[in-house]
């Protein structure tokens, strides 16, 4: 069975930082770009980040840069989110999802996702 798992959101105060990792199973993360996409309530999703198969380039959405970090562990099949300084407007589910090079973020193209992750950013 080929899938991805999200885990490590929570509630999280203004300000702080969570880390959210990507875990695939049943292939290999190695050939794919992947991406990090967000969805908060009554709003459509939205790309996050993304990193190459190769880890060697990374894109961020302007809302983000600065404070989220994303990085990939070939070896564990994981990728990683650092996301630091939170703010209240990040709050949404998170789902990671693997696609073909350079799409990021046209997620039409990204071929197996996750179930989501809720982060939650409130005082």
């Known amino acids: 069975q080929l899938e991805l798992v999200e885990s490590g959101g929570g509630l999280v105060q203004p300000g702080g930082s969570l880390r959210l990792s990507c875990a695939a199973s049943?292939?290999?993360?190695?050939?794919?770009?992947i991406g990090w996409f967000r969805q908060a309530p009554g709003k459509e999703r939205e790309g996050v980040s993304c990193?190459?198969?190769?880890?060697?380039?990374?894109n961020y959405a302007d809302s983000v840069k600065g404070r989220f970090s994303i990085s990939r562990d070939n070896v564990q099949n994981t990728v990683y989110l650092q996301m630091n300084s939170l703010k209240f407007e990040d709050t949404a589910v998170y789902y990671c999802?693997?696609?073909?090079?350079?799409?990021?973020?046209?997620?039409?193209?990204?071929?197996?996702w996750g179930q989501g992750t809720q982060v939650t950013v409130s005082s």
């Open positions: 990193i190459s198969s190769s880890g060697r380039r990374t």
């Open positions: 049943g292939f290999s993360l190695d050939y794919y770009d």
């Open positions: 999802a693997a696609g073909p090079y350079g799409q990021w973020p046209d997620e039409g193209f990204y071929r197996y």
